[in-house]
């Protein structure tokens, strides 16, 4: 089973202590490819250094975050160009709008996610999307511009079946997270998870946030981390009613073509 983490937190501090040992237990289990999210114009930077430091392994996304949407400035939006127009950044993002904390105000978060939008559209570049309790808006401005870039991913889905339907109709690409194991507040995901043609579903850890609630023994620390992608793939395949292996190997391929990564693996997409 080859599986490939699509949004991983590994510039966060809490893998700075251990970084080789995390991605030798992803490798261990499966997880041998792994996209570094990118969500302040530093934290770019760093994803960007960690996947030219493990080539083949490591990929980057190069964005700001609409948590830190009020430190975007032209210097920002220069870097950022420069950042994604390098082979090892597979994305632009993790950009979009957040309306349930707001620490950056709205109308500033609207602003900076159009300008990812067009670094986007003029670089040919993937999007790595994110939104929550902003749904009307992020998909009003995302319809504006999704014909003019290659390809989107929401990531991180929580979100209603309503949303799913707009997303999907936009031709968008769906991340799924552990949230899905979470029996407070993600159980409508393991309906809706169905609903997403293999074609257009991708698996995510999110760490070293969202650590899977069903994984037993639960980790004293709390941390979640790649090798717990293998976990949140059963989980997902158990719901969609399908061998863990197809859906191993759907979402593989699928972000293998999504992100532009090399296919070391070729396995034929199974229905």
Not at 15 to 29: C, E, I, P, Y
Not at 162 to 185: N, Q
Not at 234 to 257: C, F, K, L, P, Q
Request: aromatic residues 6%.
């Amino acid at each position: 089973m080859q599986l490939v983490d699509i949004g991983a937190n590994l510039g966060h501090e809490s893998f700075h202590h251990d970084f080789d040992a995390v991605l030798q237990r992803a490798q261990a289990h499966g997880v041998g490819r792994m996209v570094v999210t990118g969500a302040s114009r530093d934290g770019s930077e760093h994803a960007l250094a960690l996947a030219h430091a493990h080539p083949g392994v490591l990929w980057a996304t190069a964005g700001v975050h609409p948590h830190h949407a009020v430190d975007y400035d032209d210097a920002t939006d220069a870097r950022l160009r420069e950042l994604a127009q390098d082979p090892a950044v597979c994305a632009v993002g993790e950009t979009g709008l957040d309306y349930n904390r707001n620490y950056s105000p709205r109308d500033v978060q609207l602003q900076v996610f159009e300008r990812q939008l067009a670094i986007a559209a003029e670089l040919g570049k993937p999007l790595f999307l994110h939104q929550r309790d902003a749904h009307e808006d992020f998909v009003a401005l995302l319809r504006r511009w999704r014909d003019k870039v290659p390809a989107a991913v929401v990531h991180c889905f929580t979100d209603t079946g309503e949303a799913l339907a707009d997303y999907l109709a936009l031709d968008c690409h769906i991340g799924i997270t552990g949230w899905i194991c979470d029996e407070r507040r993600g159980t409508h995901l393991r309906e809706l998870v169905r609903e997403i043609p293999a074609d257009r579903l991708m698996i995510e850890t999110d760490a070293p946030y969202l650590l899977p609630r069903t994984v037993r023994p639960q980790p004293s620390h709390r941390r979640n981390e790649p090798m717990y992608l293998r976990h949140i793939c059963e989980e997902i395949a158990r719901d969609r009613g399908e061998r863990v292996e197809v859906t191993a190997a759907n979402s593989t391929a699928t972000a293998a073509a999504f992100f532009g990564l090399p296919v070391e693996h070729p396995l034929a997409p199974h229905r």
